[in-house]
């Protein structure tokens, strides 16, 4: 397959966010969040208070659900949270995290076009493996950066360790994700960002925190690619 039009010979870097992005998987985190603050006896917070900080590593997660918690009882809470979340993952498998519709095909077309892929998220380098594993997906990405390794979104430094492992410089990277974690992480790293409407921050906010893009469905996510590049000149 020859590079998508516009973009002629170049080879992108492709970074991609994970939940909200590649997977839904708000109900489980929100099954998760709810079980470790029940048990730790704190207030549950509101669905929409925890989709919005799915993207953030789990400790900061906890911390910006409850801003007032000491520093000593976030660590437990974060185990309490992972302990649910792997229960869950345990008991439902792949259907825990299902990929959005359209989105394999996306990626195979990319990949297949000559562009390197790669993963930026909150998870921890292992919890990711297993979804891509699960999903078929692992073996077409060239890095993968998660948030046990490097400090949370929106600070850019998973970013630039994927783009170090690819050899790509920020002006042929493109950061593709559902949150402004995403689109303030690639503007700190003097990346591109693309946001995408199928997530957990709505569109405004996205393009607010600097999102370049918005891709309406997965499926659009080529054509979204090709418009910016055309558009910059790339």
């Avoid at 991609?16 to 006896?41: E, N």
């Avoid at 077309?109 to 990711?128: E, N, P």
């Avoid at 410089?169 to 402004?180: N, Q």
Wanted: charged fraction near 20%.
């Amino acid at each position: 397959m020859h590079p998508h039009p516009y973009i002629g010979d170049m080879s992108l870097l492709i970074v991609f966010d994970c939940d909200g992005t590649l997977v839904d998987s708000q109900g489980a985190i929100i099954a998760a969040v709810r079980s470790a603050f029940d048990l730790a006896g704190l207030p549950v917070p509101a669905d929409e208070s925890i989709r919005r900080i799915v993207g953030l590593s789990v400790p900061e997660a906890m911390q910006q659900l409850l801003p007032e918690l000491a520093a000593d009882d976030i660590p437990p809470l974060v185990e309490r949270f992972r302990a649910a979340f792997l229960e869950y993952r345990a008991t439902h498998g792949a259907s825990l995290e299902p990929l959005f519709p359209g989105i394999r095909e996306s990626l195979v077309a990319l990949d297949g076009a000559g562009h390197r892929l790669a993963v930026a998220t909150g998870k921890s380098r292992r919890g990711l493996e297993i979804t891509l594993r699960n999903h078929d997906l692992l073996d077409l990405f060239v890095a993968l950066e998660t948030a046990d390794r490097h400090p949370s979104k929106p600070h850019p430094a998973m970013l630039e360790a994927a783009m170090a492992a690819a050899g790509a410089g920020a002006e042929e990277t493109l950061v593709v994700g559902d949150t402004s974690y995403d689109m303030l992480m690639a503007k700190a790293a003097r990346a591109r960002g693309i946001g995408v409407a199928w997530g957990y921050h709505p569109e405004c906010e996205l393009v607010a925190a600097g999102a370049a893009a918005i891709a309406g469905r997965p499926t659009e996510l080529g054509d979204t690619i090709t418009a910016l590049c055309e558009g910059t000149g790339s």
